[in-house]
């Protein structure tokens, strides 16, 4: 099974904890985790496991930014082609869209 993780950044917020946390136990089952986030900073990053896969987006949600994340996330998602797509916050909800798209 193949689990694309997509969220914001790594700040320290709750929610990245979290998924940093879940992104591990998954990889540590024996999950292939993808880890998809818009911003490649934050005190979260050190705590992901190096062997998962990551890739970053580009932190600014400008028109042309939002365009090209949406072209980065289309890529990644028919390279990696994930079974299930795990995303949480506001600002990356927007990506559903592209995710739709895609699949």
Do not use: R, W
Request: glycine share 6%; proline share 2%; hydrophobic share 40%.
């Amino acid at each position: 099974m193949k689990i694309m993780m997509l969220i914001n950044s790594f700040s320290g917020g709750g929610a990245e904890k979290v998924f940093v946390n879940l992104a591990n136990y998954f990889f540590h089952h024996g999950i292939d985790v993808i880890y998809v986030v818009g911003s490649n900073e934050g005190p979260n990053k050190k705590k992901l496991n190096s062997s998962i896969k990551l890739y970053s987006l580009s932190k600014n949600c400008s028109g042309i930014s939002i365009l090209s994340n949406s072209l980065k996330l289309m890529k990644i998602l028919k390279k990696q082609k994930p079974d299930i797509v795990f995303s949480t916050l506001e600002t990356i909800q927007f990506f559903k869209f592209t995710i739709c798209k895609s699949a």
